[in-house]
């Protein structure tokens, strides 16, 4: 399958800082990328649908000014969580997918972040 | 109502048995759906394909039933490494793949 490579796979920050997380397609061009996040015990829930050279769509209920989306090339999307508070801590997984329509989709590792 | 449901589990199995898990989908207009397998605080990993036609793949068997709106996974002779989280994915609208919430399986010796 396809590989998607997301770094960092785990951080811990204090309240407050900013944290960014890379999403890449390595060996495929990905139009567009997902960027979920899960709670333990939880399903992964989407956050956005961020799409190349254009804004990223939010879904109902996540903070577009908390979580920075850029998707500037067709190879890497990255998530910055802003201002970080405990209740963020969380599982973060980006995934891809090759072309359109309906495909399966390719996931990163995830990041652990943890705000302390 | 969520698009894609659940049982959460766990279901707990020796080894060998057999056990199906069964996954429903609200949004009639979904054009396709995955099992995902992920593992403790890993990422998901994709582990089949649900055709309409079904599909098979060594112990493990999807199926899809339009009608009724749900899709199954079986997994047959079941072994202690099969012991995960199956995910069961809808393609949802605009082709957006939206997840279950996950169903344990825990295989015992």
């Known amino acids: 399958g396809a590989v998607v490579s997301q770094h960092p796979s785990w951080v811990i920050c204090k309240s407050g800082t900013s944290v960014k997380i890379e999403c890449r397609s390595l060996?495929?061009?990905?139009?567009?990328m997902f960027w979920y996040r899960q709670f333990p015990k939880q399903s992964l829930m989407l956050m956005a649908t961020?799409?190349?050279?254009?804004?990223?769509?939010?879904e109902q209920g996540v903070e577009k000014d908390k979580f920075l989306i850029n998707h500037a090339s067709l190879t890497l999307s990255t998530l910055t969580v802003t201002s970080a508070h405990p209740e963020d801590s969380s599982f973060y997984i980006c995934?891809?997918?090759?072309?359109?329509?309906?495909?399966?989709?390719?996931f990163g590792q995830g990041t652990r972040l943890t705000v302390v | 109502r969520k698009e894609v449901e659940q049982d959460p589990g766990p279901f707990n199995v020796p080894e060998g048995a057999t056990v199906a898990f069964n996954c429903t989908y609200s949004?009639?207009?979904?054009?396709?759906f995955f099992w995902y397998r992920q593992d403790c605080r890993k990422e998901p990993k994709l582990l089949m394909s649900?055709?309409?036609s079904g599909n098979e793949d060594g112990r493990f068997t999807a199926q899809l039933n339009r009608a009724s709106q749900y899709i199954s996974l079986l997994i047959r002779d079941s072994k202690l490494s099969d012991s995960a989280t199956y995910l069961c994915?809808?393609?949802?609208?605009?082709?957006?793949?939206?997840f279950g919430r996950g169903t344990s399986l825990i295989v015992h010796p």
């Open positions: 995934s891809a997918r090759i072309g359109q329509g309906a495909a399966e989709a390719f």
């Open positions: 060996d495929f061009q990905a139009t567009t």
């Open positions: 961020s799409n190349e050279g254009s804004k990223a769509t939010y």
């Open positions: 949004n009639s207009a979904s054009q396709s």
């Open positions: 649900v055709y309409s």
């Open positions: 994915v809808g393609s949802g609208g605009s082709y957006i793949p939206t």
